[in-house]
């Protein structure tokens, strides 16, 4: 487990993960900048329960879940700059594809809170159902349901917009 | 003719205009005691001269200050922290908890803790709620909170991540940090298109 | 697109990216600022500026402070103020927003209304 390093180094070596989780659930840089802000603010407080690195980082991967799938619903109900104006740069040079990975990231915007969380857990945080399970303290089934379903819509919204495209 | 009020009519409204009055500002004294056993302690008691003050002030974050302590007119604040559980009984707060049981007063909230309480209590005013009391019981820390005339929540959160004031979701369901979120607030919100 | 390469491009697609410069400063510098405001000792503070300014006005030197240095005095009483007025909405906040988060069900605050 090893001891438990100062909160600026926790900050230092997590604080990636917890903006790419926020980034990717909110597609805004500035609102997950904040968000980072928040849940990093929010371990300071409740350092004091922490217990080892590993525990932090599963503490902030949780909190930022939770924090974005909030936001997320937050947002939803009030006006201003909608959630699919993407404020990141849509194209990245090393992408082979950037068109197709701009679509991927906007289908995955446009999804509920809850199955964006999974997919961005299970696609990005590379995690496996059960420890989604039981960091977002779901049954290990219900987990795979979701992804299973999501994963389903995700490739119809994929086509739609290529069917679009051809079309176009 | 309803012109003149009798003795005991008049006695009634200075009465209770006086409950009023001094209901607004809660008496604390009976935390003195304790105050000696923390380890730290806080204590803000703003009135209106204060607030009045506070609203001339042209610094960083001024508008949206003001934009919150426009209808404000007392802000009360006491917290308590100590070095180690059991230092302190949340029978203490029994005797405030009792005084805001009168009709000046509606329970919001209450949620029951391990060791502890929080709750909330909100006033009445003439025009509608007039302000309310948050009581806060934890393991190694007491906080009362008063406040007294209309807290703008919208301005409240205009300052959320400034001056030290911590994001306030209005209308969300989130749980404990601590806790995951097993289960969607809205089963419709969560299911796919 | 096979299911295999749908989920290659997806984790494409959603790969972690670098917090950005300052990010990490700026977080311990708040996490710091907010830790001092919950340590300070009010109390201490408001005894010695009211100290002070209780001692000009003993001096008479009030009354002789040019209009700028009074605005001065105003202000500096004003930022106090501030200053403990929003300590003050920082623990309000943050005992709400702990309430909030222990609550199965959702809530609603509705400033200014509520039956009689």
Request: charged residues 25%; positive net charge; proline residues 4%.
């Given at each position: 487990?090893?001891?438990?390093?100062?909160?600026?180094?926790?900050?230092?070596?997590?604080?990636?993960?917890?903006?790419?989780?926020?980034?990717?659930?909110?597609?805004?840089?500035?609102v997950a900048?904040?968000?980072?802000?928040?849940?990093?603010?929010?371990?300071?407080?409740?350092?004091?329960?922490?217990?080892?690195?590993?525990?932090?980082?599963?503490?902030?991967?949780?909190?930022?879940?939770?924090?974005?799938?909030?936001?997320?619903?937050?947002?939803?109900?009030?006006?201003?700059?909608?959630?699919?104006?993407?404020?990141?740069?849509?194209v990245d040079a090393e992408e082979s594809d950037p068109m197709l990975m701009a679509q991927l990231r906007e289908s995955v915007a446009s999804l509920p809170p809850l199955?964006?969380?999974?997919?961005?857990?299970?696609?990005?945080?590379?995690?496996?159902?059960?420890?989604?399970?039981?960091?977002?303290?779901m049954p290990v089934a219900t987990v795979k349901s979701r992804l299973h379903r999501t994963m389903k819509v995700l490739r119809g919204k994929l086509e739609k917009r290529a069917e679009v495209r051809k079309h176009a | 003719m309803r012109a003149n009020m009798n003795l005991k009519q008049i006695t009634a409204v200075v009465f209770f205009s006086t409950?009023?009055?001094?209901?607004?500002?809660?008496?604390?004294?009976?935390?003195?005691?304790?105050?000696?056993?923390?380890?730290?302690?806080?204590?803000?008691?703003?009135?209106?001269?204060?607030?009045?003050?506070?609203?001339?002030?042209?610094?960083?974050?001024?508008?949206e200050l003001q934009g919150l302590g426009k209808n404000i007119e007392r802000v009360q604040v006491t917290t308590l922290e100590f070095d180690k559980e059991g230092m302190y009984n949340v029978a203490d707060m029994d005797n405030l908890r009792a005084k805001l049981k009168t009709p000046e007063y509606v329970p919001f909230i209450s949620v029951k803790e391990r060791n502890g309480f929080t709750e909330i209590v909100m006033r009445k005013g003439p025009k509608g709620m007039n302000g309310f009391v948050?009581?806060?019981?934890?393991?190694?820390?007491?906080?009362?909170?008063?406040?007294?005339?209309?807290?703008?929540?919208?301005?409240?959160?205009?300052?959320?991540?400034?001056?030290?004031i911590p994001n306030i979701h209005m209308g969300s369901s989130g749980k404990g940090e601590g806790k995951g979120e097993g289960k969607s607030g809205n089963k419709d919100e969560d299911e796919e298109k | 697109?096979?299911?295999?390469?749908?989920?290659?491009?997806?984790?494409?697609?959603?790969?972690?990216?670098?917090?950005?410069?300052?990010?990490?400063?700026?977080?311990?510098?708040?996490?710091?600022?907010?830790?001092?405001?919950?340590?300070?000792?009010?109390?201490?503070?408001?005894?010695?500026?009211?100290?002070?300014?209780?001692?000009?006005?003993?001096?008479?030197t009030f009354g002789g402070l040019h209009w700028n240095e009074r605005r001065q005095v105003e202000q500096l009483e004003a930022r106090r103020v501030a200053e403990q007025f929003t300590l003050?909405?920082?623990?309000?906040?943050?005992?709400?927003?702990?309430?909030?988060?222990?609550?199965?069900?959702?809530?609603?605050?509705?400033?200014?209304?509520?039956?009689?």
């Open positions: 487990m090893g001891s438990l390093p100062s909160f600026s180094e926790l900050v230092e070596r997590h604080q990636s993960m917890v903006f790419s989780i926020a980034l990717r659930a909110l597609a805004n840089r500035e900048e904040d968000l980072t802000q928040e849940v990093f603010l929010s371990l300071h407080e409740n350092l004091a329960s922490i217990e080892s690195e590993d525990h932090a980082r599963n503490w902030l991967r949780r909190a930022a879940a939770n924090r974005s799938v909030d936001e997320i619903r937050r947002r939803k109900y009030r006006r201003g700059p909608s959630l699919d104006q993407v404020a990141e740069p849509a199955p964006r969380l999974l997919t961005i857990m299970r696609f990005q945080q590379e995690m496996e159902p059960r420890e989604i399970a039981a960091q977002l303290d | 409950l009023s009055l001094t209901g607004q500002e809660l008496d604390l004294s009976f935390l003195k005691g304790l105050e000696a056993k923390a380890k730290e302690s806080t204590t803000i008691n703003l009135g209106p001269e204060q607030i009045k003050l506070m609203m001339g002030f042209s610094g960083e974050g001024s508008k948050i009581l806060s019981a934890e393991p190694r820390e007491l906080t009362i909170v008063n406040i007294v005339g209309q807290l703008d929540l919208a301005s409240l959160g205009s300052l959320t991540g400034k001056f030290g | 697109m096979d299911e295999r390469e749908f989920e290659q491009e997806l984790r494409a697609a959603l790969r972690p990216v670098a917090a950005p410069p300052g990010l990490a400063e700026r977080i311990v510098r708040e996490a710091e600022a907010r830790q001092a405001a919950r340590r300070k000792p009010v109390a201490q503070q408001i005894w010695l500026r009211w100290g002070a300014l209780a001692a000009m006005f003993a001096a008479g003050a909405m920082s623990i309000a906040t943050r005992k709400m927003s702990k309430l909030q988060r222990n609550l199965v069900v959702e809530v609603t605050l509705r400033p200014g209304k509520g039956g009689q």
